[in-house]
């Protein structure tokens, strides 16, 4: 009896010791991203509508807009980060200033950013591997990054958002809004969206769904397409993808004018005639009728994918 107390003793401070020795890497690591990076929280009087622009190299912008007539600055600033410059001579530039000649890793001149700005502003957002995220604003948003992810939710009439290989995502937007969303190699979302729409990607997936508009191009090289929405009376609506699959659902009547082809893929239309082939010697086929009193253009083209109608 007295081994197996003193088996079961050792045992409790084992685990003891394995769980403080835990808790210190925590505490440790945590100390060391504190004392790593800097913390920052600026203000500045600004606009109800005035322009806020934002340049930052790596980490993250988070943009929110509030209704104070104000653009504050918080969060923190890598290691390596020389400062953070703040210029109000012409509406509010932020910059992350990185030392001239710098060699560092980028983890060490990352900065991680949560700026509140007027509602109404017009905010333009420049980063090179910095994820954005932007919300709550009502004024024209424009963001362009190479590597970053790229996420929109707000009621602006002017959204334009480009990443090189992040991916793009647009939730929302004005009435009559005019929109364009683009990435190179990842996937373009589109959800909720009013107005007229120019969304694209080389290789990546582009989807539209719940959203109403009177114009809509829609275009990858090797990606898929889906559009998931309403078909407006007197809209116009194209998808070209070369290799990939178009599939095109649309709620409530249909009335439209379709104009379908695909050089080597097939076309399922759930609601109207059967396609047919172009030529007896090549394997094309197409899809030409009008549904309902045609109030609609759309038009689909893929080179070797398949097409695919459907309500």
């Given at each position: 009896?007295?081994?197996?107390?003193?088996?079961?003793?050792?045992l409790?401070?084992?685990?003891?010791?394995?769980?403080?020795?835990?808790?210190?890497v925590?505490?440790?690591?945590?100390?060391?991203?504190?004392?790593?990076?800097s913390?920052?929280?600026?203000?500045?009087?600004?606009?109800?509508?005035?322009?806020?622009?934002?340049?930052?190299?790596?980490?993250?912008?988070?943009?929110?807009?509030?209704?104070?007539n104000?653009?504050?600055v918080?969060?923190?600033?890598?290691?390596?980060?020389?400062?953070?410059?703040?210029?109000?001579?012409?509406?509010?530039?932020?910059?992350?200033i990185?030392?001239?000649?710098?060699?560092?890793?980028?983890d060490?001149?990352?900065?991680?950013?949560?700026?509140?700005?007027?509602?109404?502003?017009?905010?333009?957002?420049?980063?090179?591997?910095?994820?954005?995220?932007?919300a709550?604003?009502?004024?024209?948003?424009?963001?362009e990054?190479?590597?970053?992810?790229?996420?929109?939710?707000?009621?602006?009439t002017?959204?334009?958002?480009?990443s090189?290989?992040?991916?793009?995502t647009?939730?929302?937007s004005?009435?009559?809004?005019?929109?364009k969303?683009?990435?190179?190699?990842?996937?373009?979302?589109?959800?909720?969206?009013?107005g007229?729409?120019?969304?694209?990607?080389?290789?990546?997936?582009?989807?539209?769904?719940?959203?109403?508009?009177?114009?809509?191009?829609?275009?990858s090289?090797?990606?898929?397409?889906?559009y998931?929405?309403?078909l407006e009376?007197?809209?116009?609506?194209?998808?070209?993808?070369?290799?990939g699959?178009?599939?095109?659902?649309?709620?409530g009547?249909?009335?439209?004018?379709?104009?379908?082809?695909?050089?080597?893929?097939?076309?399922?239309?759930?609601?109207?005639?059967?396609?047919?082939?172009?030529?007896?010697?090549?394997?094309?086929?197409?899809?030409?009728?009008?549904?309902?009193?045609g109030?609609?253009?759309?038009?689909?083209?893929?080179?070797?994918?398949?097409?695919?109608?459907?309500?």
């Amino acid at each position: 009896m007295k081994r197996l107390t003193l088996i079961i003793t050792y045992l409790l401070l084992s685990v003891t010791a394995a769980v403080a020795g835990g808790a210190l890497v925590m505490l440790t690591a945590d100390s060391a991203y504190a004392a790593d990076h800097s913390p920052v929280n600026e203000t500045r009087p600004a606009k109800p509508d005035g322009e806020v622009r934002i340049d930052n190299l790596a980490g993250s912008v988070k943009v929110h807009g509030w209704d104070k007539n104000q653009v504050q600055v918080t969060g923190t600033l890598g290691e390596d980060v020389e400062r953070l410059e703040i210029d109000t001579d012409s509406g509010i530039d932020i910059r992350v200033i990185l030392p001239h000649n710098s060699h560092n890793h980028m983890d060490e001149s990352d900065a991680d950013l949560v700026i509140n700005v007027p509602k109404a502003s017009r905010v333009e957002v420049s980063t090179v591997s910095a994820d954005v995220d932007g919300a709550d604003l009502t004024g024209p948003v424009h963001v362009e990054t190479v590597s970053g992810t790229v996420s929109l939710s707000s009621t602006s009439t002017d959204i334009d958002m480009r990443s090189t290989s992040g991916d793009v995502t647009v939730n929302g937007s004005g009435a009559k809004a005019h929109i364009k969303a683009s990435s190179v190699s990842g996937e373009v979302g589109v959800d909720g969206v009013s107005g007229d729409l120019t969304a694209e990607s080389v290789s990546g997936e582009v989807k539209v769904s719940g959203s109403h508009l009177s114009r809509a191009g829609v275009s990858s090289t090797s990606g898929d397409l889906r559009y998931e929405s309403d078909l407006e009376k007197g809209g116009d609506y194209e998808f070209h993808t070369v290799s990939g699959d178009v599939s095109l659902g649309f709620s409530g009547s249909v009335s439209a004018r379709f104009d379908i082809s695909s050089f080597s893929g097939d076309i399922d239309n759930s609601f109207g005639p059967h396609p047919t082939r172009v030529s007896k010697y090549s394997p094309g086929v197409e899809l030409h009728f009008v549904n309902g009193s045609g109030e609609a253009q759309v038009s689909a083209r893929t080179l070797s994918g398949d097409i695919k109608l459907h309500n």
